[in-house]
Nanobody
Framework: QVQLVESGGGLVQPGGSLRLSCVASGSAISLNAMGWYRQAPGKQRDLVARISSISSGGITSYADSVKGRFTISRDNAKNTVYLQMNSLKPEDTAVYYC????????WGRGTLVTVSS
């Protein structure tokens, strides 16, 4: 059973930065394409950043809404995926989750990011 544990969220002012972490147990994340998703109140869960498997070159891609501000990365030795978030905006407020791309694992609890002054 794969378990995903997200951390690093919090309250930050507009323009600030946060770094989210996602530790996976039960599966080697380097073998899979992984992504960061977010779900704002009353909205669906959307994929905002992805990184391909190590065998596919670790290629990253981003939703237009976060391109140029967010960076996804992976530490295979630590079996951890990161999301560096800069220039945060109030509309980035959401619960953030990491997961494998299709098919997904069971979802973790996520980590709440609140961007507010």
């Amino acid at each position: 059973q794969v378990q995903l544990v997200e951390s690093g969220g919090g309250l930050v002012q507009p323009g600030g930065s946060l770094r989210l972490s996602c530790v996976a147990s039960g599966s080697a994340i380097s073998l899979n394409a992984m992504g960061w998703y977010r779900q704002a109140p009353g909205k669906q869960r959307d994929l905002v950043a992805r990184i391909s498997s190590i065998s596919s070159g670790g290629i990253t891609s981003y939703a237009d809404s976060v391109k140029g501000r967010f960076t996804i990365s992976r530490d295979n030795a630590k079996n951890t995926v990161y999301l560096q978030m800069n220039s945060l905006k109030p509309e980035d407020t959401a619960v953030y989750y990491c997961n494998r791309l299709n098919p997904v694992y069971n979802w973790g609890r996520g980590t709440l990011v609140t961007v507010s002054s």
